[in-house]
């Protein structure tokens, strides 16, 4: 089983940056891929970024890739998510979540993912 705690609740006006981290606990880190995941209210639970377990792959939807900076430090359990260049429409609650999966084709979509985080909010102010 495996605990994660999104942090980085934020508002911040369109053009601005934010930094979102989770932490995982529960089992070993490294043995999951993570992914940072958004959804807006009355829209799907969208993909917004993955990492393998090792980090040395990422990869991005078109919305965001660019802008948008998912890493992973295995010695802390953490997986952090850099936005810049913020757009009032990536206004969404934030989840990260975590997966047993090795292929980036599965991790890319949320039944790819086994555990998941609680959310945090993001704002972006036009």
Do not use: H
């Amino acid at each position: 089983q495996v605990q994660l705690v999104e942090s980085g609740v934020g508002l911040v006006q369109a053009g601005g940056s934010l930094r979102l981290s989770c932490v995982a606990s529960g089992d070993t880190f490294s043995n999951y891929a993570m992914g940072w995941f958004r959804q807006a209210p009355g829209k799907e639970r969208e993909f917004v970024g993955a990492v393998t377990r090792g980090g040395a792959s990422t990869r991005y939807p078109d919305s965001v890739e660019g802008r948008f900076t998912i890493s992973r430090d295995n010695a802390k359990n953490t997986v952090a998510l850099q936005m810049n260049s913020l757009k009032p429409e990536d206004t969404a609650v934030y989840y990260c979540a975590a997966s047993r999966s090795s292929f980036m084709s599965t991790i890319m979509a949320t039944t790819g993912y086994n555990y998941w985080g609680q959310g945090t909010q993001v704002t972006v102010s036009s």
